[in-house]
């Protein structure tokens, strides 16, 4: 397997813009977790699914921040519009299930800049 | 409340020292896990505990469960083990939620 799948590598953007994060989580992986990666804030969890479906979205910053998993193959994460302060690393991660005992694989994660 | 801490925040070592990251954590757990994040971002898992010890290569983890403490220890520590170590704990009232500690910057001198 060739692990978690994140695209773009980096991303700058202009402050208003749209972007789309995207996610391949591991097959088979039911739970799905993206994080965000701040020199202040240290790493974050934004949103969880399980078996595609948002269990917890409790993170997600505000209504700019929008998250989908249309498939258990493929998930996006969108800022619209994006702002400087979105600027930081956003990292997505599966794992079997939400059960105590299966550890995280973690994408490369997505660098945004906004400017 | 639910917290993690590490320690050293920093550290630098020669080329061949063994090397000790700890993490504390405040109420019960269900399970412990210990990453490395390098320069340039990425992150890998390096163990998930809940019990006991394991052993990768250079690399051991050990956890106390009534002292509520893990270690990561780096034997014949080399510059390619620089990095950020992260100590992620998930508690016993969360079946998903990981807390973080701040991470260790680890740096292996030549």
């Known amino acids: 397997d060739a692990g978690v799948i994140q695209s773009p590598r980096h991303e700058v953007t202009e402050m208003g813009q749209e972007v789309t994060l995207r996610c391949k989580p591991i097959?088979?992986?039911?739970?799905l977790f993206w994080y965000r990666q701040t020199m202040m804030r240290g790493l974050e969890l934004l949103i969880y699914?399980?078996?595609?479906?948002?269990?917890?979205d409790s993170g997600m910053p505000e209504d700019r921040f929008s998250a989908k998993m249309p498939n258990a193959s493929f998930s996006t994460l969108k800022i619209q519009p994006s702002e400087p302060r979105d600027s930081a690393v956003y990292f997505c991660?599966?794992?079997?299930?939400?059960?105590?005992?299966?550890?995280?694989?973690f994408g490369s994660g997505t660098r945004l800049t906004v400017v | 409340k639910n917290e993690v801490e590490q320690s050293p925040q920093n550290l630098t070592a020669q080329e061949g020292e063994f090397i000790t990251i700890n993490c504390s954590y405040s109420?019960?757990?269900?399970?412990l896990h210990w990453l490395q994040q390098h320069p340039g971002g990425g992150i890998v898992s390096l163990f998930m505990?809940?019990?006991?010890?394991k052993k990768h290569g250079r690399l051991i983890a050990t956890i106390n469960i009534q002292e509520k403490h893990s270690s990561l220890h780096i034997t014949a520590s080399h510059p390619r083990d620089s990095a950020v170590y992260i100590c992620?704990?998930?508690?016993?009232?969360?079946?998903?939620?990981?807390?973080w500690g701040a991470g260790t910057k680890l740096i292996i001198k030549p």
């Open positions: 991660a599966s794992s079997l299930g939400p059960l105590t005992n299966y550890g995280y694989t």
């Open positions: 097959s088979g992986h039911n739970s």
């Open positions: 699914f399980n078996n595609n479906v948002p269990i917890d």
């Open positions: 109420v019960g757990i269900s399970a």
């Open positions: 505990l809940s019990s006991g010890k």
């Open positions: 992620a704990v998930r508690f016993m009232d969360s079946n998903y939620q990981l807390i």
